[in-house]
């Protein structure tokens, strides 16, 4: 069976110094992958970017929107256009979305070991229980996005089909992607419906993509400093970071964590 070939998406919009040191960071324990930036910050800001960070990157691409709230929330659709517009140009199998304030000790080979081509990784994936739907803030009766869940459930069911009592979700925090997805969401008409910690792993489930699975780690309730990855913007403590990284197996992946790391 041939190696799989993968690749990193680095994806950014501040903070470049940190950016410099996470690519450092992944490159010490990735040298063999390629580094593929997507810069979703200011557009008058890209060539700052490219300049500081260019000789880190194997690839360049700055996306064009200047909403920096639906780059936020439509993270899914930013890769969309960097594969539309770039990535499908590019030599690689599956990509690995590492974003700016995340810590990275270890090879992704070791992290995901024997993941296969077509094979997707979704951080945090799980069922969506009755406790989280009340209190996720995507999908909870009592808060203004559960019109856009309500909406996107619609759409999948009149379109293709796809009604289930129990409905998966994730963390949007580290992801696989491979090739074969993003070839198979290029032809989902209204796109925009939906918050993508719901609709991409529903979307997996559609396209029948095989999901690789593995706890990383990822933080849905309880508390934060127990976690190594947390999609909310409470940062990991550096103590915490130390003591896994002295474990012999401990965590080595970390997000998010907004200084340079430089123990």
């Known amino acids: ?7 990193v998406i680095f994806w950014f919009y501040k903070e470049p110094e940190i950016c410099i040191n996470r690519l450092m960071l992944i490159k010490k324990h990735n040298p063999d992958l390629k580094i593929f930036g997507v810069f979703g910050g200011k557009r008058e800001e890209e060539y700052l970017y490219k300049e500081k960070l260019g000789k880190y990157l194997d690839d360049f691409y700055c996306h064009t929107s200047t909403d ?27 990509v690995v979305i590492v974003q700016w304030d995340m810590l990275v000790f270890d090879s992704f080979n070791n992290q995901f070991p024997n993941i296969k081509k077509n094979e997707m990784f979704l951080s945090g994936l799980q069922t969506l229980d009755k406790y989280t739907e009340v209190n996720w803030e995507w999908t909870s009766p009592l808060r203004e996005y559960r019109k856009d869940f309500d909406n996107f459930l619609k759409f999948a069911k009149e379109k293709y089909g796809y009604k289930k009592d129990e409905l998966p979700c994730c963390l949007f925090i580290i992801e696989i992607i491979p090739r074969i997805f993003f070839e198979k969401y290029l032809t989902v008409e209204n796109k925009d419906v939906g918050m993508l910690e719901y609709k991409i792993p529903i979307y997996r489930e559609i396209f029948d993509i095989p999901i690789y699975k593995k706890n990383v780690g990822a933080h849905w309730w309880g508390n934060v400093e127990q976690f190594p990855l947390n999609a909310e913007p409470t940062e990991i403590k550096t103590r915490y970071i130390e003591a896994e990284l002295e474990k012999e197996y401990g965590w080595r992946i970390f997000h998010p964590y907004f200084k340079i790391w430089d123990k």
């Open 1 to 7: 069976m041939s190696k799989l070939n993968l690749a």
């Open 68 to 94: 920096n709230d639906w780059k936020w929330i439509h993270g899914d659709l930013m890769l969309l256009d960097w594969y539309r517009e770039r990535g499908n140009k590019l030599d690689w199998d599956s």
